[in-house]
């Protein structure tokens, strides 16, 4: 085993032999748009995400499913597979089977196998004082999954977050196997300051961030003031604990922003300053929004600072 559940990584990795690994993570959650097919999409999406955060290629799939079995049509299901399928097979990986539950509760995703070179993967341990780091994508998908959920989400609005959701990693997961990056992490359900936290502790560095760097969606920052956030933001603020120094110039908004959960959300990445801005010209190819945020200290009384 060369990545285990020990430094709350991404997914992982197990070493076949000197120049070949498996990569394998699960992830699965409820609905999040009004549209299966999307629905599908993303869940397929967030799925890989962990696999190419490590660096890895995805080349396998199981589905996991929780639908109910009377109350709602199965041609929602049947949408819901088919927009996974469709993200599946634009990005290589082999649908092999999966496993469905009679639940209340819809929910869907993928337990996603992959493969990587030993020396070449990317860890949450990996970042180094000095480093610069980079977010592929702007946050925000949660407050605005929720306004969706209750109809107060503008439709421009809704249609950024899905655009930003169903924009694989696999251009990331490429720049960082071109620039051997070490150091990296997605940013998910623990959102951006509970992600960049498990980096810096991993890591045993101290991390800080520049929240006037941070891409935004539009809208985010509008429905966060008016009280459109998830559960996860008391929980992730509960995860991250007194570890964090906030400046006061940080307001309320951004800070909700900065705890707000994410769903196929951007890669966090760790990189040496001569090859930042190299590695964000290659990454802006693909995300617009990747920008530099913050950079590594040594390890200070905080585990993560933000200005």
Same mark, same amino acid.
């Given at each position: 085993?060369?990545?285990?559940?020990?430094? #709350?990584?991404?997914?992982?990795? +197990? %070493?076949?032999?000197?120049?070949?690994?498996?990569?394998?993570?699960?992830?699965?959650?409820?609905?999040?748009?009004?549209?299966?097919?999307? +629905?599908? %999409?993303?869940?397929?999406?967030?799925?890989?995400?962990?696999?190419?955060?490590?660096?890895?290629?995805?080349?396998?799939?199981?589905? !996991?499913? *929780?639908?109910?079995?009377?109350?709602?049509?199965?041609? !929602?299901?049947?949408?819901?597979?088919?927009?996974?399928?469709?993200?599946?097979?634009?990005?290589?990986?082999?649908?092999?089977?999966? $496993?469905?539950?009679?639940?209340?509760?819809?929910?869907?995703? +993928?337990?996603?196998?992959?493969?990587?070179?030993? &020396?070449?993967?990317?860890?949450?341990?990996?970042? %180094?004082?000095?480093?610069?780091?980079?977010?592929?994508?702007?946050?925000? =998908?949660?407050?605005?999954?929720?306004?969706?959920?209750?109809?107060?989400?503008?439709?421009?609005?809704?249609?950024?977050?899905?655009?930003?959701?169903?924009?694989?990693?696999?251009?990331?997961?490429?720049?960082? /196997?071109?620039?051997?990056?070490?150091?990296?992490?997605?940013?998910? @359900?623990? #959102?951006?300051?509970? $992600?960049?936290?498990?980096?810096?502790?991993?890591? *045993?560095? =101290?991390?800080?961030?520049?929240?006037?760097?941070?891409?935004?969606?539009?809208?985010?920052?509008?429905?966060?003031?008016?009280?459109?956030?998830?559960?996860?933001?008391? =929980?992730?603020?509960?995860?991250?604990? #007194?570890?964090?120094?906030?400046?006061?110039?940080? @307001? &309320?908004?951004? /800070?909700?922003?900065? +705890?707000?959960?994410?769903?196929? @959300? @951007?890669?966090?990445?760790?990189?040496?300053?001569?090859? #930042?801005?190299?590695?964000?010209? /290659?990454? %802006?190819?693909?995300?617009?929004?990747?920008?530099?945020?913050?950079?590594?200290?040594? /390890?200070?009384? $905080?585990?993560?600072?933000?200005?």
């Amino acid at each position: 085993m060369i990545v285990g559940f020990d430094t #709350a990584d991404d997914a992982g990795v +197990y %070493r076949l032999r000197d120049d070949l690994a498996l990569v394998q993570t699960l992830d699965f959650f409820t609905p999040i748009v009004d549209d299966p097919f999307d +629905y599908g %999409r993303i869940a397929a999406l967030n799925s890989i995400n962990d696999v190419w955060a490590m660096a890895g290629t995805p080349v396998t799939a199981l589905a !996991i499913t *929780c639908f109910p079995k009377s109350g709602i049509d199965f041609s !929602i299901l049947a949408e819901i597979m088919r927009g996974g399928l469709e993200v599946l097979t634009q990005n290589g990986v082999v649908l092999l089977g999966g $496993h469905s539950v009679d639940n209340a509760q819809i929910m869907f995703g +993928y337990s996603v196998t992959g493969i990587i070179d030993p &020396n070449k993967v990317a860890t949450n341990a990996g970042a %180094r004082p000095g480093d610069v780091l980079i977010l592929t994508k702007p946050i925000g =998908t949660g407050v605005i999954s929720t306004a969706i959920k209750f109809a107060k989400a503008p439709a421009e609005v809704a249609a950024a977050s899905i655009e930003v959701m169903l924009t694989a990693g696999r251009a990331a997961a490429e720049a960082m /196997r071109e620039f051997s990056v070490k150091g990296a992490t997605d940013v998910t @359900g623990f #959102a951006l300051l509970g $992600h960049a936290w498990e980096l810096a502790c991993a890591s *045993c560095v =101290t991390i800080e961030i520049d929240s006037s760097h941070v891409p935004v969606l539009p809208g985010a920052l509008e429905l966060a003031r008016a009280g459109l956030l998830t559960s996860g933001d008391k =929980t992730n603020r509960e995860y991250i604990g #007194a570890d964090v120094e906030i400046a006061d110039s940080v @307001g &309320n908004d951004v /800070r909700s922003l900065l +705890y707000d959960p994410q769903t196929a @959300g @951007g890669l966090l990445i760790s990189i040496s300053p001569a090859s #930042a801005d190299s590695l964000l010209a /290659r990454l %802006r190819k693909t995300y617009s929004h990747a920008e530099k945020i913050g950079r590594v200290l040594e /390890r200070g009384a $905080h585990s993560i600072i933000v200005n």
